[in-house]
């Protein structure tokens, strides 16, 4: 305990996993949900949404599957990033921990 208290050891590899996995899944819900309300309540969201549904619209049904596919992949490759990214914090918190593990065992 008192190596957290002194902050020799991190408690972020708990919490890096526990946002990470808030990230991934419940913001892209918690974003679609939150699409709607804005629609709902600020016109020129709703103006940029009609113009959008138009433009999708004027697609031919090979242009719609190339849409999908092209949004898919980017959602795939920002989720990786994401990952990627928390993978990185918690590499290097890790590292501190064995460093400072490796330092005890000198002294």
């Known amino acids: 305990m008192r190596d957290i208290l002194t902050f020799n050891t991190f ?20 974003l679609y949900i939150f699409k709607d309300y ?4 600020l016109s020129f969201v709703k103006k940029i949404n ?25 959602f795939l490759c920002m989720e990786l990033c994401w990952r990627m990214m928390f993978e990185a914090m918690i ?7 064995y460093l400072y ?3 005890n065992q000198i002294k």
């Open 11 to 30: 408690v972020t590899q708990d919490v890096l996993i526990f946002f990470y996995y808030i990230g991934a899944v419940l913001m892209p819900v918690a």
């Open 38 to 41: 804005l629609i709902a309540h």
């Open 50 to 74: 009609d113009k959008l549904h138009t433009f999708y619209a004027s697609f031919s049904s090979n242009g719609k599957i190339v849409f999908w596919m092209i949004f898919v992949t980017m």
């Open 91 to 97: 590499g290097y918190f890790d590292m501190h921990d």
């Open 101 to 103: 593990q490796i330092a």
